[in-house]
């Protein structure tokens, strides 16, 4: 069983791009392979910034052979159609064999395919994955019309068995396929000649290459805590950055180096935008302090003064940096520590969107808006309308014009130096969130009022201009803003009908339309969160589903009941119920939904019914009107065993018209006491 | 004298010193090392002998200085390091050869950067030029954590495909020599032998400069000139474009050059214009088109030339 290794030796890949790389190589090889009729016992793929490498174990060394039965024309069909049958398999006229069929003698074809050797399947499949390679973006390089990511400059393919190993042959656009490889750019740049998978990782260790991304960022995060440990401090934990960092460098080196003194009064959030969106430097927290007081970087090479140029050259680049931070921190400071004045003054210079107006409008319609919500959500109105007026106001410092990144984090460091509540300032960092699925969500009632108000605010706004998402395209993000209410309404279970907060927004909104477009946007979260899209669409078809948290809670409950046995046959009785109704209801062309009667009760299953229906009716009403849902499911729930009793013992349909339209009117109790919490005709099974 | 010998192995001492090691090293990598574009342009890029002659089939390799303008850059010369004028150093060859990154080394190399005490490394970054209808792949070449230079392979430039592909080096000169001769303030850096009987610095050169164009940049620039300015270019990039090909004479010369000239100056004017804070954010979009418009228009017919094809220039017809 031969092993295959494959190198693609470039230019530098760009880090972002390395993983989903390595699965795609991956991929398409095995792919490839396996279509061609080989097996494997395992792949594995690697990648550093200059190559992008795959090793499959286990390989078999040829396709199988197969072997496929043609039927041919008849042996008295005129003479194109024989020759045409022999261009088609390929065969003369000696290899056919002539067999008696129902309609007379035919001719029979057999055609055997020999199975083909590694090698040349191997060659085949590299050569079209490299040609057809999904990178995200590729270019040409001198005279060729090859594509790779950067240009490619030597690609390894060695089948390795028990007798040694051999080159397979492949060559694209002037590229030969060969056996050797180069370490490190400038600590091990001569050529290496390797036999397998083996003996490259390791000859490439040697040269100071690690392949293995994950053993890089294992190496990064082990020697830089080991670094910050040495001067008390721990490392701030960044897996984003590590996995980016893993894939810039062959051979890791982390240096650590100190802040200077007088950039350490500059919020943290503009030492770690600094240094991780521009350096790609690691963040050191002094504990004793709560500071940053460091940085880790991570070099590509081991050097004769141990990195000290290295470190000097990034300190000198990350203090200029700093130093431009902190002259626009400092003039900053002055414009908020003056009540922010000219920020406000400048939103109205800045166009949020033509038709909605400038930041200075929107950021009066967000404070009207937060205003009216306070209640909902506990918060003081006057102090909603005044974080929402603040909110924005960073959008005009320097820093933030510097990066962008830091809006609302800067914002509510103004705030507090403008000498405003925290819980102000508070709501000016807070009101974007949430951004993403997995951001936390404002839980302190004023941020929660800015945030809704502000999401709410572009909400309605870009309904009333027509500028809604359709199929992928969501420039504003609008279904971004709507699961962001969701998850604010959700998590700090703000009761309220979301048509008239609408109402409050930007004026010429369609409700309606907008109501659904929230609906849509539930039914991916609460699916996401693991709850049934029939069980959301029964609740959604009650009454009062613009309250989000009682439609929840409905679903919630229902869906926990539904997931019992008990649960599943009262569905069951449910439905039938229903569903005899319906028909009985077509059939005769009336309603049946009022004066069932005990006294024509035939059977002490009647009875019974009769009876709990009586104790559940009263006992749902009341659970449904204290929006208490499990005690309504339970409530419910209990009619399962009567009902099962009932279905078991009587036919509805009996010739006495009057026992028959009782029991129908029965059913439909059954079928009011179940619309009382949700439409279970829409819940599946 | 130094000898040539000495240049290379002694530690550079000032920013023409860099600039000479440059202009020697790719010369001796068989560039012809041209001298700037005679006109305000904001990057070494619009400089023909990059924008146009990364155009068509006919091999290419030219280094040369650009000062180069950004009016919205100026800081009155008090950044150190932040100007309105400065230089690039531009390195252009097609196409593009196998050993780019590795003659590239040899450059920092020859400027004191020795890759193997220093941490140079190739950061992803892609190039594009709106105003230029280009773009390309590549990296920023980062040296202990700085951007030191920018390094694209062309695919497209205005708007036409690059085939062969042009590899284009660009050095910030003013931050690589701060660095290499370890300056904080670019207006400290020696400008000639700090040794010599008149030492000069960048800012014994530029300071002032720097102060007068910042406030004229800013402050003082006639937008209605400038704008009259925009727009008499435009029109004379059009017209020289829209000229019949033949002569008076009944020669055929078309003139992609001098309505190239006319699209920088527009762009060069659009820069002043943007610095003078007259151009809001939706109007910014429709200038850069404009410009665009007139590159493209340009490359359009300059690919039909022979300097982009390599084809002998057609001999006039007789008795013309």
Known sequence: ?685 | MTSPKDVQTAKPVCFQDIILRLQSYWAAQGCAVLQPYDMEVGAGTFHPATTLRSLGARPWAAAYVQPSRRPTDGRYGENPNRLQHYYQYQVIIKPSPPNLQDLYLGSLKAIGLDPMIHDVRFVEDDWESPTLGAWGLGWEVWCDGMEVSQFTYFQQVGGHDCRPVSGELTYGLERLAMYVLGVEHVMDMPFNDPASAIPLTYGDIFRQAEREYSRWNFEQADTATLLKHFEDAEAECARTLDAAEADSAGRNIPMAHPAYDQAIKASHLFNLLDARGVISVTERQAYIGRVRALAKRCADLFVTTSAATGEPLPAFPAGA
């Open chain 1, 1 to 685: 069983m031969p092993d295959l290794l494959i190198e693609l030796f470039s230019e530098e890949i760009p880090a972002r791009m390395q993983a989903r790389a390595r699965e795609d190589l991956k991929k398409l090889v095995t792919d490839g392979l396996v279509t061609a009729g080989l097996t494997y016992a395992s792949a594995g793929a690697f990648s550093t910034p200059r190559r992008l490498v795959l090793a499959v174990e286990g390989l078999t060394a040829h396709s199988p052979t197969t072997r496929e039965e043609r039927k041919g024309p008849r042996t008295d069909a005129p003479e194109a159609a024989l020759e045409g049958f022999l261009r088609s398999t390929g065969l003369t006229r000696e290899q056919l064999e002539a067999r008696d069929d129902k309609k007379g003698q035919v001719w029979f074809a057999t055609i055997e395919k020999a199975g083909r050797p590694a090698a040349e399947i191997v060659a085949e499949v590299l050569d079209a994955t490299i040609r057809n390679f999904p990178w995200p973006k590729s270019m040409r390089w001198g005279s060729g019309s090859l594509r790779w990511v950067r240009p490619l400059h030597g690609v390894i393919c060695l089948l390795t068995d028990e007798a040694g190993a051999e080159v397979v042959p492949l060559e694209i656009e002037g590229i030969t396929s060969g056996n050797t490889t180069r370490g490190h750019r400038f600590m091990a740049p001569d050529e290496i000649t390797v036999s397998g998978f083996d003996d490259y990782a390791a000859k490439l260790r040697r040269a100071k290459v690690m392949l293995d991304s994950a053993e890089r960022a294992a190496a990064i995060r082990q020697e830089a805590a080991n670094l910050a440990f040495a001067r008390g401090w721990e490392i701030v934990p960044d897996d984003g950055l590590l996995t980016e960092v893993a894939g810039l460098v062959e051979w890791p080196v982390p240096l650590m180096g100190a802040i200077e003194d007088r950039f350490l009064t500059l919020p943290p959030e503009v030492l770690q935008t600094s240094m991780k969106e521009h350096q790609k430097f690691f963040s050191a927290r002094n504990p004793k302090t709560g500071r940053i007081e460091g940085f880790v970087t991570v070099a590509n090479i081991e050097t004769p003064d141990h990195g000290e140029t290295i470190l000097k050259g990034n300190q000198r680049v990350l203090a200029a940096r700093l130093s431009d931070a902190a002259f626009f921190w400092d003039n900053d400071l002055r414009e908020a520590k003056s009540g922010m004045g000219d920020w406000a003054d400048g939103l109205k210079s800045v166009t949020f969107q033509s038709q909605l107006g400038s930041q200075a409008d929107r950021v009066a319609r967000i404070a009207a808006l937060a205003r009216e919500i306070a209640p909902l959500v506990g918060a003081d109105p006057e102090l909603a309308e005044q974080a929402a007026k603040v909110a924005k106001l960073d959008l005009r410092s320097a820093m933030v014009g510097e990066f962008p990144e830091l809006q609302g984090g800067m914002g509510r460091h103004y705030a507090l130096e403008a000498g405003l509540p925290a819980a102000v300032a508070d709501a000016a960092r807070d009101h974007y969130s949430p951004l993403g699925p997995s951001d936390d969500v404002p839980s302190a009632p004023v941020s929660v009022a800015v945030a809704l108000a502000d999401k709410l605010d572009t909400l309605t706004g870009f309904w009333a201009i027509g500028e809604k998402p359709t199929g992928s395209k969501d420039p504003f993000a609008l279904r971004r803003a709507a699961l962001g209410v969701i998850r604010l309404v959700l998590s700090n279970k703000v009761r309220a009908n979301l048509s008239d907060v609408f109402a409050k927004g930007y004026p010429g909104a369609d409700a309606g339309e907008l109501l659904a477009f929230f609906h849509d946007r539930l039914k991916v979260y609460l699916r996401d969160q693991g709850v049934r899209h029939d069980i959301i669409d029964a609740v959604l078809a009650m009454p009062g589903n613009d309250d989000l948290v009682l439609l929840v809670n409905r679903a919630v409950a229902l869906g926990e009941v539904l997931t019992t046995e008990n649960g599943t046959n009262l569905l069951q009785g449910l439905k039938r119920a229903s569903n005899i109704l319906t028909q009985a209801e077509e059939k005769d062309g009336v309603e049946y939904s009022f004066g069932a009667d005990e006294k024509f009760s035939e059977t002490e299953q009647e009875r019974a019914l009769f009876a709990a229906l009586d104790k559940a009716e009263p006992a749902i009403r009341e659970a449904v009107r204290l929006e208490d849902f499990p005690a309504a499911v339970q409530g419910i729930a209990t009619l399962r065993a009567p009902i099962d009793a009932f279905f078991e013992a009587v036919q509805i349909n009996t010739d006495n018209q009057i026992v028959r339209r009782n029991r129908l009117n029965l059913l439909s109790r059954i079928r009011e006491a179940g619309r009382l919490i949700a439409d279970f005709g829409r819940i599946e099974g």
